[in-house]
């Protein structure tokens, strides 16, 4: 499958925002946007003239690099989003919360996306007490994620437990730490993810 592998760091200078993609590194002065808080690239530093066009492109680019996804598998969620009912912008967001790595991710099994990510293809989190290795897995209501019985050992999960156990969990889910495990109790609505994203600038970008 095809993924990004370049530098994360020269994502979050091209969308000259934090995207904490390499989990404790973007809380420290090491960050790459904190130190040269503009774009990659030989013209980085040369004034860009704004447009429509351009703010919903970055929207859209700043978005799919939180989630790590490629520009098809965006797509695919927003045609989905929007032949749900309701607001397709809340939809979309719903659907990327909702998608395995993230959920990792936000219960503190993980440091980063990337890192959730890596840790479902190998198989170690469970879901309703049965393993799954597709990071675009969705979860539902009422699904039990836990770190499987051979995982809970590993250096990688405890440091990250470690790292995140002063971090809020959202409130559409709940995590029993001692217990290695996190339960979604309901699927997110707008107020309750706390990314500053404006998605209506990616209807916007789509619908033309």
Known sequence: MA????????????????????????????????????????AGKKRV?????RIQLREKQKTKRIYG??????????DLANRQQGVTGENLL????????NVVYRLGFSKS????????????????ARRV?????????????????????????????????????PQWLEVDIEKLQGSVLALPVREQIDLEIREQLIIELYSK
């Open 49 to 53: 003239k704004e447009s429509e066009y």
């Open 133 to 169: 290795d597709i990071p675009s897995f969705r979860v539902k209501a009422g699904d039990l994620i836990a770190i499987g019985p051979k995982a809970r050992d590993l250096l990688v999960i405890k440091t990250s437990l470690i790292s995140n156990e002063k971090t809020e969990v």
């Open 69 to 78: 996804l490629l520009e098809k598998q965006f797509r695919g969620y927003y």
């Open 3 to 42: 993924r990004y592998t370049g530098a994360d760091c020269r994502l979050c200078r091209r969308e000259g925002n934090k995207l904490f993609l390499k989990g404790d590194r973007c809380y420290t002065d090491k960050c790459a946007v904190e130190r040269r808080p503009y774009p990659p690239g030989e």
């Open 94 to 101: 719903r659907i990327l919360e909702s998608r395995l790595d």
């Open 113 to 128: 996306r990337d890192e959730a990510r890596q840790q479902v293809r190998h198989g170690h989190i469970t879901v309703n």
